[in-house]
């Protein structure tokens, strides 16, 4: 079946220093690819999306790159600050028009002023 | 729009009760899904509906679980007897079909849920 891998953490950063939190995925056909945010009690928050090879998701600073050759999809970010730390989870959505996500494991990141 | 709305945010409960988790979608969407979240297995998709109809409930853990969505604006995830390996943060999710393309789910703030 589908599945995502992402890199163990926790992760801890000093703040502006960059940013890297791999993951691979294994899908049988071309799924679209997200990473999610998720703040202390708060539920997930969609980060950034690529629905198709060679596709750059981005935002708040933040970037992804679909890449089908390496099966991956690895968050960037140039320099990180203390209001980044959360939980990080890279998540693939193979069914068109649904989202039946599939995710990964999480990566917890913490920012050190 | 308030966003997914679930209820209780905390619920504590004594092994062999019943427990009833609550989800209000975004107004228009039109898939729901439900997901259990804890530290061994992280998250998991138990289920998830279509104009109210439920598609897929193979991760649904045993007969004990139990889901409904008896309208457009209302969703149900029942535990019925509850066991202390219940115990996880239940997230509510919604999305719709926009021309074709998958959209984005939108999550709830999470039910956690404590069995004791």
């Known amino acids: 079946g589908d599945s995502v891998t992402q890199m163990e953490g926790p992760v801890t950063l000093s703040e502006e220093a960059f940013l890297t939190i791999n993951c691979t995925y294994t899908a049988t056909g071309y799924p679209s690819l997200f990473w999610y945010v998720q703040y202390p009690g708060e539920g997930l928050q969609l980060l950034l999306k690529?629905?198709?090879?060679?596709d750059k998701g981005s935002n708040k600073g933040f970037e992804a790159t679909y890449r089908k050759e390496t099966t991956s999809f690895h968050l960037e970010k140039g320099s990180v600050q203390v209001s980044d730390s959360a939980v990080y989870f890279c998540a693939l959505s193979e069914i068109q028009g649904a989202q039946k996500l599939v995710f990964g494991q999480g990566t917890r990141l913490t920012i050190n002023p | 729009d308030a966003g997914v709305i679930q209820s209780p945010r905390h619920e504590v409960t004594e092994m062999g009760q019943e427990v009833t988790l609550r989800c209000k979608p975004i107004?228009?969407?039109?898939?729901l899904f439900w997901y259990r979240q804890t530290m061994m297995r992280g998250l998991e998709l138990l289920i998830y509906f279509n104009n109210n109809v439920p598609i897929d409930d193979s991760g649904m853990p045993e007969d004990r679980f139990s889901a409904k969505m008896p309208n457009a604006s209302f969703s149900t995830l029942k535990i019925q007897p509850s066991e202390p390996r219940d115990s996880a943060v239940y997230f509510c999710?919604?999305?719709?079909?926009?021309?074709?393309?998958?959209?984005?789910?939108?999550f709830g703030q999470g039910t956690r849920l404590t069995v004791v």
């Open positions: 107004s228009g969407h039109d898939y």
């Open positions: 690529a629905t198709k090879a060679d």
């Open positions: 999710a919604s999305s719709f079909l926009g021309r074709g393309m998958n959209t984005e789910a939108f």
